[in-house]
């Protein structure tokens, strides 16, 4: 079907609040490529969200998944287990930096992570509060709805959320907030809100994800730590996003040295495939009851042999190495830039975690949400698929597969180059 016809039945049968934008349809794709309903080719920046750190398609995980169908599709893990699941377990309770001996469960998304992170956190403490951070982002479950650090569009029209969330500023002194003031405002979120023996857990992204790209330093990440073990919390990181090599590193976390008690990840964890996983020490994932958690479909086989290849692939071709490299021809690219162009500033990158501001004022630091917006539709237009983020939605992010060849990357960003020109 062409992209008019797909576009016709999107109208009259896609709910308006899951109806994508975009008016081309996805129809055939391989590494940093995709090809639409009607032949068109674009270049992939976003990744599916950063779930494509390995690229589209990757050769390996589609044999795995391939190898896989011929054997066992499902069974329920709970109701038969399967060897993918157990294997997975073990690769990542030797992957993950959690304090002590790790136990893993598998999930579907990373909101259903987050979901029973925070169930495993109150049953290990006894505790209900939990503690997020402004700018943070979770899921849209009703409890995540709750924790994220930003109303719309992920609050606005469903009603009241879930009480025991409790919010603390985030470190991005771009933006006015200093470490020093986001510990004052967490240690007065304990002293206003949050009683520390009835909060079970702080919960934060290392590098914020749809906040902006903002990644928290190693100080302030050994200060949650030390307030955590003062009052008997978990440390709960989300590595939905930043987890699975988009850092340089396995996990964002492991920049900062710093144990967490819980971990969840999701996203490139199996290169497309609906996979996460809740990751702490042995203690904290066994302290709720036989039968306590689970799902359906949670480590379905077929993931799991996703996620299986993926961390080969990690292994045979270097992928944190090759998203180093990456990074740091982005961080060369968006340098010209800054000097190019008035409306960029604050460029950073952490491995291949990268994004700059768009803003109408250097020197106020005022943001251009609408030069985002505008940017992001010319690229499109162009060929180039290329995401904004931000709690001021002014943030170009780059989550293009690790794997892009570079002369893919180099037009990629030659198109944004090209269509800043136009813009400003």
């Known amino acids: 079907m062409s992209n008019a016809e797909l576009n016709e039945l999107k109208q009259k049968y896609v709910a308006a609040g899951a109806a994508s934008p975009a008016t081309a349809f996805a129809d055939r794709a391989e590494n940093a490529e995709i ?34 169908l011929d054997k066992v599709m499902h069974t329920c893990q709970t109701v038969m287990p399967y060897e993918g699941y157990v294997k997975v377990a073990e690769k990542l309770s030797h992957l993950v930096p959690v304090r002590g001996h790790a136990k893993v469960m598998l999930a579907n998304s990373g909101a259903e992570a987050l979901e029973n992170a925070v169930k495993i956190a109150r049953a290990a403490t006894g505790r209900s509060n939990v503690i997020c951070f402004d700018g943070g982002y979770h899921g849209r479950t009703f409890y995540t709805m709750a924790m994220n650090g930003k109303v719309a569009p992920y609050q606005s029209d469903f009603g009241p959320m879930p009480g025991t969330v409790f919010r603390a500023p985030y470190p991005v002194s771009y933006h006015g907030v200093s470490e020093d003031e986001a510990l004052r405002g967490l240690k007065m979120t304990l002293k206003t809100d949050a009683n520390p023996k009835d909060t079970a857990a702080i919960v934060l992204e290392p590098v914020l994800g749809e906040g902006g790209f903002y990644p928290a330093s190693k100080s302030f990440l050994e200060k949650i730590r030390e307030i955590c073990d003062e009052h008997g919390m978990l440390m709960i990181i989300d590595e939905v996003q930043s987890g699975f090599g988009r850092t340089g590193k396995m996990f964002a976390i492991e920049h900062s040295g710093v144990e967490p008690d819980i971990m969840t990840m999701a996203k ?13 020490t042995d203690k904290v994932m066994d302290a709720s009851g036989p039968n306590s958690l689970g799902g359906t479909y949670t480590g379905s086989p077929t993931a799991c042999a996703a996620a299986l290849a993926v961390l080969e692939v990690f292994e045979e071709e270097n992928i944190l190495e090759k998203s180093r490299t990456l990074g740091e021809k982005l961080a060369a690219r968006f340098g010209e830039w800054q000097t190019k162009f008035d409306c960029i500033d604050n460029v950073r990158n952490m491995g291949a975690m990268a994004a700059f501001e768009l803003v109408s004022n250097k020197t106020d630091r005022t943001p251009n949400p609408e030069l985002a917006a505008a940017l992001c539709k010319k690229a499109r237009e162009e060929g180039l698929i290329l995401l904004s983020c931000g709690m001021y939605g002014n943030t170009i992010r780059f989550l293009m597969p690790v794997t892009i060849e570079d002369s893919v990357l180099n037009e990629g960003l030659d198109i944004i180059e090209s269509c800043l020109e136009s813009l400003v």
């Not at 990744?47 to 589209?56: A, D, E, K, S, Y």
């Not at 398609?57 to 190898?67: G, L, M, S």
Request: no cysteine; aromatic share 6%.
């Open 268 to 280: 490139s964890m199996a290169d497309g495939m609906p996979i996460s996983a809740i990751v702490g």
């Open 35 to 68: 090809w639409d309903a009607d032949g068109n080719r674009f270049i992939d920046f976003a990744g599916g969200i950063g779930v494509l750190n390995v690229g589209h398609r990757h050769p390996k995980v589609v044999a795995a998944v391939k190898a896989q």
